[in-house]
């Protein structure tokens, strides 16, 4: 069974998600609850993944779902991340959310409607048969998840390309770098109205986002890395996992230890189409060079 993905750096680093998985469960709340045994698994675990080389692949998903509100339950986001320890490098891949796609068992659809059919497990299948690419973690939150966990860390900054004036996700910014609270960020990444490309712009804005989230955490780990671990129980209390400490803890490090400036954003080369009288995105062949490159080192190197 594949692994939901939520650790508290990593969870933002991720973000831009919104996903159906919140609801923590007993046993989580009381491991919230104890600081000492948290603290004591992550400093066993912290050597290991420390020294931990081999690139990792993560799917980060998220859906429209919020309570009293829309409830399609599809992803508005989808993006490929991976990381190489070794280089210290990595790349985010965006998926646009119509993406014209083949959905293991259910025939060719919107790639987003993938999580309301079988879960972040079927997007995984997805995306896997898309790319050729195996995934080792998956992760998703929802809006107010994702809101909490950037108020928590203290906001993100965040670089604005174009000027922005959306009432329908509430994003209105001028250009140029803006501190964003939670609901901020969540509005500039959920902007698509007036976007260049539409859903293709806006999946890179996420990216935008994220190395924004990237940056956030080598502050806050060059000043401090123990509070790496106040970044995974942050996580951890918004949102379901059944990784262990030690698992979380190596993604941490990982992304912690690769700078912004080494991470490619972008979007997988794709047009905007019709399938009667559906607006969808079509994946470009030329999409294949990028997914050989990642699936060799985790890295784009063209």
Not at 186 to 200: C, E, M, V
Request: aromatic content about 6%.
């Amino acid at each position: 069974m594949r692994r939901v993905l939520a650790l508290g750096a990593l969870a933002v680093v991720l973000s831009m998600t919104a996903g159906l998985l919140l609801r923590p469960s007993g046993e989580r709340a009381s491991a919230q609850t104890s600081p000492p045994l948290v603290i004591q698994r992550a400093q066993a675990s912290y050597a290991q993944a420390a020294s931990d080389r081999s690139p990792l692949t993560i799917l980060a998903l998220g859906s429209d779902f919020r309570p009293g509100g829309h409830a399609c339950n599809c992803a508005d986001s989808i993006h490929l991340i991976t990381m190489n320890p070794e280089k210290r490098a990595g790349a985010i891949v965006g998926f646009p959310r119509d993406s014209y796609v083949d959905i293991p068992g259910w025939g060719r659809g919107k790639l987003n409607t993938a999580l309301s059919l079988g879960g972040p497990e079927l997007v995984v299948r997805a995306v896997e048969q898309v790319t050729g690419i195996h995934i080792d973690y998956y992760l998703a939150t929802d809006f107010e998840g994702f809101s909490r966990m950037v108020d928590g860390i203290g906001g993100l900054d965040v670089v604005v390309p174009y000027a922005m004036s959306d009432p329908f996700s509430g994003a209105y910014f001028t250009p140029g770098r803006h501190h964003m609270k939670g609901g901020h960020a969540l509005s500039f990444a959920r902007n698509r109205h007036g976007t260049p490309g539409g859903d293709i712009g806006r999946s890179e804005n996420q990216g935008r986002v994220l190395l924004a989230a990237v940056q956030r955490l080598h502050e806050v780990f060059e000043h401090d890395p123990a509070q790496l671990v106040g970044w995974i129980a942050l996580g951890m209390r918004h949102m379901q996992t059944d990784l262990s400490m030690g698992e979380m803890t190596r993604l941490a490090l990982a992304a912690a230890r690769t700078p912004a400036g080494s991470i490619r954003n972008l979007v997988v080369p794709a047009t905007i189409g019709n399938v009667g009288a559906a607006s969808v995105v079509f994946i470009s062949p030329a999409a294949n060079a990028l997914f050989r490159d990642l699936e060799d080192d985790g890295i784009i190197n063209s």
